[in-house]
């Protein structure tokens, strides 16, 4: 298994404002992933996070708004800017160790994100 | 398109009795299914993991099955008890690339 914290995990914010999400895994993993869950739905992609590489972001996610850092194999950045109240969501850091047929995804507590 | 439906979107039971939650889906090429719970305020658990050639697999007092040719899956919950009460997803993992699919859910409300 795999031990992940975020960090803050919950934050309320004003319009126009950005914050910046944190995600720290116990052990080092080969991928790590960050999600939006909005109220009542499942989880959304957003992208992946490429250790020494740019982001891989799904259709619909750009990096101007959701910049993500990796600078090694436990932690990364995930940044929400110029948020808009649409922007309020679950933010979830997921891991795997290894990109493998039975890989399991591990999930981090989650950042809850209002946005005024 | 892959996708992944959950039914139903949302479940009231009363503790002790049992139920059961579907997965249809029709990602292809299939690799894997899995069923996470998320309890309130938390990120998902894993509860199974369905390969192929899986049809029953079972976690305490959960059950999963899979039918790899219709491309449904149910998760059979036993005895239901108050801490059972989460959403369950359903996750479809395609054989090509790093793709899952994610269902939108079931809310299961456990009531004593």
């Known amino acids: 298994s795999a031990v992940i914290s975020q960090k803050p995990s919950r934050d309320i914010c004003q319009r126009g404002t950005s914050l910046t999400i944190q995600c720290q895994v116990d052990?080092?993993?080969?991928?790590m992933f960050w999600y939006r869950q909005q109220p009542g739905q499942s989880l959304t992609l957003i992208a992946t996070a490429n250790q020494g590489s740019e982001a891989t972001y799904e259709s619909g996610f750009v990096i101007d708004k959701f910049p993500i850092s990796r600078p090694n194999l436990t932690f990364s950045t995930l940044t929400v800017s110029n948020m808009s109240p649409e922007d309020s969501s679950i933010y979830l850091c997921?891991?795997?160790?290894?990109?493998?047929?039975?890989?399991?995804?591990?999930f981090g507590p989650g950042t809850r994100l209002t946005v005024l | 398109k892959n996708q992944v439906e959950q039914s139903p979107q949302s479940l009231i039971i009363l503790e002790g009795k049992n139920c059961t939650l579907q997965c249809n889906y029709t990602v292809s090429p299939f690799s894997n299914l899995r069923w996470y719970k998320q309890d309130t305020g938390r990120g998902p658990v894993s509860l199974t993991i369905m390969t192929f050639s899986e049809n029953t697999k079972s976690n305490g007092r959960y059950t999963a099955t899979l039918d790899a040719d219709t491309k449904q899956s149910s998760l059979h919950i036993t005895a239901s008890q108050l801490s059972d009460s989460a959403s369950y997803i359903c996750v479809v993992r395609a054989n090509t690339g790093n793709q899952f699919y994610f269902g939108t859910g079931t809310s299961l409300t456990v009531i004593p």
């Open positions: 997921s891991v795997a160790r290894a990109l493998s047929s039975y890989n399991e995804q591990f």
């Open positions: 052990s080092q993993v080969t991928m």
